[in-house]
């Protein structure tokens, strides 16, 4: 009995070191990760560096007339630094982008509230601060006066390439715009008569779903190109219906 | 599962070969999340978008995962693992949906190891088709239900929640992933899980899919735990 009492507390103790020399093990692989993106990091700031002094020559030709729509995601504390985003945005503009899509993760409606996003409560401070920049929005069609405007405005803003627009999008664009436009179907569909008919049969295409999402204020263009500013690639719920096929880096 | 095509001609093999790497290589990766405790695994096999490829192409996809779906049912005999296939599967043919269906009622009693494969799928057409759901419920609710229901008095017409689009999609059988693999070094997401994705490490891998082995799943998940409390910080603010 002694003997198998012995093994016991041997068996657990050894397992104990086990698991205490693997969890070491685990924290030293991870240790060693984080000095290899340190070193990425600095490698990578160096490049900036060099890529914005103009010594690295194949980054001075950069065919920016083939980035029609850029989107960027911007975390919540750097959505607080609106003189930061200033600085992004005029960048963009020396660069020649002429279309940007700002999104940040803050803003949902609960119950009859509605929490705007950081980003678009500043957004008349970022406008007045750059020069020449237009607003550009999609416009809900629950506002009749401006209906028959709309397709209009959208199409003059995106083709005047002498300022640039900027669209200020948040979380409340995405899944809950959908939630918008799945009402607005529904209200369609229970007053259609295709309520009776088979049940297999599809009731709405993915343009009438466009349709109903630019109704409800939340149809604008698909980004070429979603940057993502944060440790990690994420697009934080940047508007699916947007992002099919948009490079995000 | 990006690369198949391109391994074939980097390696000369005949069309349609590098489908059959590529069906190893899901295969093995299967193998390699099982090992490393992962509970859930996802592999976008077929999109609705490929129809449009060569016949003898689609013919030939079509007839690997059959394949796949023969060994996988070999496997679930003598290990519990749970098998779903998302998308639309009236695009399929029969004998294919047959099988797919037959499998994922076979092995839906196991929870502990869940395999999703993705077949005539597209994101947008799981809105759309979690939308169409979600109409049919409420109006069925509304029409058939409502009157005796306190919540819907003076005929109130009932308004679709977020629930219940997400109840409604193909993908509601798995929870969102942490995170989502891509390989042959695009950064796009090719209208596939935008929507589950919000919160999830979004990997890019430069090798082709077939030429893909457990250490590159080990340097993503390594990358994940790296930037834990990141993604855990995101989830509870959504």
Known sequence: MDFSNESRVLHRCSAQIGNLLLRSLWHLIHFIISICNFTLD??????????????LGRYKSLHIAKLRYLAIVIESEGAYQTSKIIELLQWLDAVGVKHVCLYDIEGRSSGFSLSLGILK????????NLDGAMLFQVLSYWQPSIYAMQDAHENNVLLDRQHMTLEFVSFSDGKEAVVKAANVLFMKYSKSDVTDKNQKE?????????????????????????????????????????IKYTEIV | MDGNRRYAKRKLLEEG??????????????????????????????????????????????DLLKECMTVLAKIAKHHPIKVNFAGNLELLNTELRDEARNLMGATAKYSKFVVT???CYCCTDDIVHSVEESCREKHYYHCYIGDSHDDDKDDERPIIKLVDIEKNMYMAVIPDPDILIRTSDEHRLSNFLQWQTCHSLLASLSTDWPEIGVWHLVKVVLDFQQNYDYFVRKRSLA
């Not at chain 1, 409560?121 to 007045?128: G, M, N, R, T, W």
């Not at chain 2, 509970?39 to 013919?59: C, G, H, L, M, W």
């Open chain 1, 42 to 55: 600095i490698a990578n700031v160096l490049e900036s560096y060099l890529i914005s002094s103009g010594l």
């Open chain 1, 202 to 242: 599809k009731i709405f295409t993915e343009s009438q779903m466009s349709e109903a999402l630019k109704t409800v204020g939340s149809g604008g263009p698909e980004p070429d190109l979603l940057l993502v500013y944060g440790p990690a690639r994420c697009h934080s719920g940047f508007p699916a219906w947007r």
């Open chain 2, 17 to 62: 070969a590098g489908h059959d790497v590529g069906a190893m290589a899901l295969l093995n990766m299967i193998i390699y999340c099982h090992e490393l405790g992962v509970k859930y695994i996802t592999a976008y096999a077929f999109a609705i978008d490929n129809f449009r490829r060569k016949p003898s192409e689609v013919q030939k996809i079509m």
């Open chain 2, 117 to 119: 494969i993705c077949v």
């Open chain 1, 121 to 128: 409560k500043s957004k008349d401070f970022i406008l007045e």
